[in-house]
Structures are given as structure tokens and as C-alpha cells.
């Protein structure tokens, strides 16, 4: 019998994203620092380091090796979180840039197990161009985090 060690790797998925919240905020860059592991560093080219978190609701949630040609109600509808920090790091070619992702949470228990993310709790309305999300999670001393807005505008706590 073969032991495993280290992370499991990552199912190829499709699905179609049916609701996106990106929420920016700037961090001090000395503190932004301090959370990112080498060889990242915070992408400073906009002046503070940039964080923020994207709230996604995906429907038709399937291994990719399945058939097109399922139905969206075929797969998984899931609401998740990633919580990113905008980074850059030296490559032979020189500086490139990117997101890293501290972490992602998810409501669904099939997505957490297969996909590594954390189980959380969403809390969701929609309607008449207003909305309201709220995630918790189950982990992490019960952090949660709450966004709510009109027709674009956005405001957000944790």
C-alpha cells in the first residue's frame, strides 16, 4: 500500500460563475509582508499593498473529464470566498505578478474535501439590484465577514 504524503492534488472542474463580489482594501506594506511566504512579496505598484476577497457563487460544478454536454443542474451549485493579496516575485525573466491566495472557503463539504478549502456558512440576498452576503467560518475562531450594496456600490466588515 502507497502512503500519502503532502497536499492532495486538484481535481480539474468547470463550472459556469453566476455571481462575483471582489472586495479590495489596502494593507500596510510591512504587515502585507509579513503574511506571505517566500519567494512572494506584495506588488506595490499602485502605492499600499493590495488584499481583498472574492465572493463567487458557481453553478454546474463538475470534473472537466465529464461530457459537455450534462446540463448545468448536473453538477454542484457552491457559494466560496478566496482571501488574495495582489504579490510579485523574481523570475529568470524578471519581475512577474500575480494573486496569492491565503485561503478558500466554501460551503459545499464535497468542494472542502476535494478542493482543500475550508467549510463555511453563506448567508445570501439577492433582488431588485440590492444584495447581501455573509460568510462565516467554521474554523479560524469564527471568522466571518459581511458585504452588502445597491446597484454597484459595495460596503464591507469582518
Given amino acids: 500500500m502507497r502512503s500519502r504524503t503532502g497536499p492532495r ?13 471582489l472586495l479590495t482594501y489596502s494593507i500596510e506594506p510591512n504587515v502585507a509582508a509579513a503574511l506571505l511566504p517566500r519567494p512572494f512579496r506584495p506588488d506595490l505598484g499602485l502605492g499600499p499593498a493590495l488584499g481583498g476577497i472574492c465572493l463567487l457563487r458557481l453553478r454546474g460544478v463538475r470534473p472537466a473529464a ?27 525573466d524578471g519581475v512577474a505578478t ?4 491565503f485561503r ?7 468542494a472542502a474535501a476535494l478542493g482543500g478549502m475550508r467549510r463555511a456558512t453563506f448567508g445570501v440576498i439577492e433582488g431588485g439590484g440590492r444584495y447581501s452576503v455573509r460568510a462565516s467560518a467554521f474554523s479560524s475562531g469564527g471568522t466571518s465577514l459581511s458585504a452588502w450594496g445597491v446597484a454597484g456600490v459595495i460596503f464591507a466588515e469582518s
Fill in 104 to 110: 478558500r472557503d466554501t460551503d459545499s463539504a464535497l
Fill in 66 to 92: 465529464l461530457p459537455s454536454v450534462l446540463p448545468a443542474r448536473a453538477g454542484l451549485t457552491l457559494e466560496s470566498v478566496a482571501h488574495r493579496m495582489a504579490v510579485e516575485w523574481d523570475t529568470p
Fill in 9 to 21: 492534488a486538484p481535481i480539474a472542474t468547470t463550472a459556469v460563475i453566476t455571481r462575483r463580489i
Fill in 98 to 101: 500575480g494573486v496569492y491566495v
